[in-house]
């Protein structure tokens, strides 16, 4: 229902004052009918956009479906894509580009096309480079155990009673005397999600790339080298 209010208005010359106003209500349902000039107005932008949006630009050779494993096929993509193009402009430790929270949309099997990757990451994210003391990262870290796995690349680690135990960074044991840099989004640097460990960076800049652009040219990439997208469990995240 869009309501409308009505002012009438009396003026001499330039100088008006208000003598009257209403208040309207308009019912939009299904009785109200369409106007063909605003459809033809909007028509050629709708199909140019759903042309754009439904280009094949890769293929999946797996299901990924969204879910609250410590590790999925989703999140591995995820993180691995986002980490991959990343590496491409600034050099960093581990990744961390989303939560499971964050993984709202599937991957199917086979095609896959721009509008999926919306569906994925609709937000315009942008990815960060954040320098952290050992002691923030071990924060992180724990964030990561007591809800049971986020999605991550560049880090290996078990889980044990809600802790995490065996920790190892770029194949390195975890060293909280050290300073590590991270990539991350924006919106979990700034505590999106409730995620620990980013309040105290040291640093934090933006490398100019937004994540849903890492995901596309990602996807992109592999195919122009002939590859489709194969997502792995590897055991970055287990649980004792």
């Not at 330039?14 to 003598?19: D, E, G, N, P, T």
């Not at 890769?58 to 989703?74: A, I, W």
């Not at 796995?149 to 960074?169: C, F, Y």
Request: proline share 4%.
């Amino acid at each position: 229902m869009l309501s409308v209010s009505i002012a009438t208005l009396m003026g001499c010359q330039s100088h008006y004052a208000l003598v009257k106003s209403g208040r309207g209500e308009y019912h939009i349902d299904s009785t109200v009918k369409v106007d063909s000039g605003v459809i033809k107005a909007y028509l050629p932008y709708k199909q140019k956009m759903q042309a754009t949006m439904s280009a094949v630009i890769g293929k999946s050779t797996v299901n990924m479906e969204p879910n609250t494993d410590r590790e999925s096929l989703l999140g591995n993509f995820y993180a691995d894509a986002a980490a991959s193009e990343a590496k491409k402009l600034v050099a960093f430790d581990f990744a961390m580009p989303t939560t499971k929270g964050g993984l709202r949309y599937a991957i199917p099997q086979g095609n896959i096309t721009l509008s999926t990757i919306f569906e994925l990451m609709p937000f315009e994210n942008e990815l960060l480079l954040i320098k952290l003391k050992g002691t923030d990262v071990e924060e992180l870290l724990n964030f990561i155990a007591a809800s049971d796995g986020q999605p991550v690349n560049g880090i290996r680690l078990k889980i044990k009673d809600k802790k995490p135990v065996e920790v190892s960074i770029n194949g390195q044991p975890f060293d909280r005397n050290k300073t590590y840099l991270v990539l991350t989004s924006d919106y979990l640097a700034n505590g999106g999600d409730n995620t620990k460990g980013f309040a105290n960076s040291i640093e934090r800049r933006p490398i100019g790339l937004r994540v849903r652009d890492a995901l596309i040219n990602y996807v992109k990439q592999q195919t122009a080298a002939g590859k489709q997208i194969n997502a792995q469990l590897d055991g970055r995240i287990t649980k004792d």
